[in-house]
């Protein structure tokens, strides 16, 4: 079953489609990219939570100067949840998009969905419910086109879990009877009816007055290389480098602690830049996290024909089809050029430090303690805890508070937490103004204004003044900007 996010932006379709193949390519991904149709998609690896997401992501004109990035996430087959891994991967992946824009000076407007019976998209205007999603429709599907019914079953009903499995099995099964039926009862001349796939031709490059150009007549690419790795300031470090990529291309070059997988969550630095006399050069700063306080480090320069000026794609192509060599990679539909080392340097990393205010601090059975309780479960992705110190009402009407409340927090690493201020509403209710830092992209620290609702209760419904407390996790999700 996919399930389908959303982002609005302040970009035309081509700007935006570029920021998500370049995102694509910053997060360490590889996939398949259609240019024409403005789709790209990619898989993800193995994690404990899951054995890898498939992504696919589609560009699409809202309005004028607005364009939609839609991103649909899909599972594992036969694996019945993922325990919020998706979703956070659509969150990673659309905050990566916006931070790729506002490199480019865009601003933009992110509207996701947050999962749970009692929520709504995060968004002002209330969403209408669509002929496709209605129950009768999805009955008719699987009556008269299985296929159908299934994808609306799985994507729009709030059926129970099991229900939902045993029609897919049940019909999964019958659909294989038939299939394998018709196949044996079948005239064997359809198979001489098969007809291979003749191989495309690639177009050849032109040159500027419309002639052809050959390989030759532009040269072939395949030349990257470092010449100076080194420190500056203790906490910056120098790439350079050669290459014979024409002058004007625009590389990446990057710089990351060695060693990690593809399915961790990026924390390197990289920075564009412009090829100048066959030399580029840029400097980077180290990124004050724990992680690069010892190497070694991972320094890359990649080059891709998506972003290229019409310069440039003449000569190398517009699917790079001039980029030869061990470099070369076309795990896209198109070549990418990638050189990759790794080198052991002297880095100064002296991680910020943030207040975090321990559960200890406050009073046993304060609704203080019981905020705190419920941060510090968030802190060590602890969702249980969460859960624990959650109002009761609230979980009450939650099948599966604890993968809420993953969804909600897991790509947020917090890092701070402060309370401001105590406001008693009433015996029972008691609002708590705190300060959070947390760190939702890479190496971008936020720092955000909560107010709290904390509520005692003996049961569902039933506040008391003998109750528990527990904070409403609707009340945590409201957050304004500190300076």
């Known amino acids: 079953m996919a399930k389908v996010y959303s982002a609005d932006f302040s970009a035309d379709a081509a700007t935006l489609y570029e920021a998500a193949l370049s995102s694509v390519l910053s997060l360490g991904y590889k996939g398949e990219a259609n240019r024409a149709a403005s789709e790209l998609s990619f898989k993800t690896g193995w994690s404990w939570k899951s054995r890898g997401q498939e992504v696919s992501v ?46 480019g000076q865009q601003r933009y407007e992110v509207s996701l969905p947050v999962t749970g019976s009692n929520n709504t998209p995060l968004s ?3 969403p209408t419910k669509p002929w496709y999603t209605q129950t009768w429709v999805a009955v008719v599907g699987l009556v ?7 994808f609306l079953m799985w994507r729009f009903q709030r059926w129970e879990v099991w229900i939902k499995t045993v029609i897919t099995v049940v019909g999964s099964l019958l659909a294989i009877f038939i299939i394998i039926g018709a196949a044996v009862g079948g005239d064997d001349e359809d198979g001489e009816e098969q007809v291979a796939a003749q191989p495309t031709e690639q177009s050849a490059p032109t040159s500027e007055d419309g002639a052809p150009t050959s390989v030759e007549d532009v040269g072939a690419y395949s030349v990257l290389e470092f010449t100076e790795v080194s420190v500056v300031d203790g906490d910056k470090v120098l790439i350079s480098g050669t290459t014979d990529l024409p002058d004007g291309a625009t590389l990446i070059v990057g710089f990351d602690v060695a060693g990690r997988s593809d399915s961790d969550v990026y924390i390197g630095v990289d920075q564009k830049t412009t090829v100048t006399n066959g030399e580029f050069s840029v400097t980077l700063s180290v990124p004050q996290r724990d992680e690069f306080i010892t190497g070694p480090y991972e320094i890359s320069v990649s080059f891709t024909p998506r972003g290229q000026s019409d310069d440039v794609i003449r000569l190398v192509g517009e699917d790079g089809e001039n980029l030869t060599g061990s470099l070369v990679d076309d795990a896209f539909g198109f070549r990418t050029m990638r ?25 046993e059975g304060s609704a203080e303690r019981a905020l705190a309780e419920y941060v510090f479960g968030w802190k060590n992705q602890d969702w249980p805890q969460m859960v624990k110190w959650s109002q009761k009402t609230w979980i ?10 993953e969804a909600w927090y897991d790509f947020k690493t917090l890092k701070g937490f402060e309370i401001r201020n105590v406001e008693i509403v ?35 419904y039933e506040p008391s003044l003998q109750g528990e407390w527990g904070v409403n996790p609707i009340s945590a999700l409201r957050e304004t900007d500190v300076d």
């Open 58 to 103: 589609a560009v699409a004109p809202v309005s004028e100067g607005t364009t939609r990035l839609e991103v649909s996430v899909r599972g594992p087959a036969f694996q019945l949840t993922d325990w919020g891994e998706g979703e956070a991967l659509a969150h990673r992946f659309l905050e990566a998009v916006g931070s790729e824009l506002r490199q």
């Open 124 to 126: 002002s205007a209330e």
């Open 144 to 150: 008269l086109f299985f296929p159908l019914g299934l």
């Open 339 to 363: 050189l990759v080392e790794t080198r052991d340097l002297n880095v100064s990393v002296a991680p910020p430090s943030y207040t975090f205010q321990q559960p200890s601090e406050f009073l």
């Open 396 to 405: 009450d009407g939650e099948p599966d508070p604890a993968g809420v409340l």
């Open 426 to 460: 009433s015996e029972v209710t008691t609002d708590i103004t705190f300060v959070v830092h947390y760190e939702a992209i890479p190496n971008e620290i936020s720092k955000k204004q909560i107010t709290a609702r904390v509520i005692r209760e003996t049961a569902p």
